[in-house]
């Protein structure tokens, strides 16, 4: 990967990151906004429910920061871009769909396989 390539995966990277973090603002903004309160049990369970369904969105998001960060660690380090498991390249394909990738198309369908084994016992 040229340096090309690597400034980028880190925009990109950095793009998504900020899009994540403002999202997480707008949610953040709108739960201490909204403390209307419904008298009505069903609409109360309603909002509820979208309520727990966005805090549980953004659990994943900030999981996903975590790997974002990760793979900027990495651009910077030199290792962005290798397969953790066999330090292969890893397919411009694959990072430009999933730039937080750290396994080879291969070594990823491999592990998949291995889950799927592990979990059908």
């Known amino acids: 990967m040229n340096d090309r390539q ?5 925009r990109k990277l950095l793009e998504w990151k900020e899009d994540i973090l403002r999202e997480t603002r707008e949610t953040i903004n709108n739960l201490q906004e909204d403390t209307s309160h419904h008298p009505d049990l069903t609409d109360r369970a309603s909002s509820e429910t979208e309520r727990s369904l966005e805090l549980r969105a953004r659990d994943r998001q900030r999981k996903l920061i975590n790997k974002i960060n990760a793979a900027l660690k990495r651009i910077e380090d030199g290792t962005y871009g290798y397969c953790e498991e066999t330090g292969e390249p890893i397919g411009l394909k694959r990072l430009e769909a999933r730039p937080i990738a750290t396994l080879s198309i291969e070594a990823q369908e491999r ?10 016992e």
């Open 6 to 10: 690597r400034e980028y995966f880190r």
């Open 111 to 120: 592990h998949e396989r291995r889950e799927k084994v592990y979990r059908d």
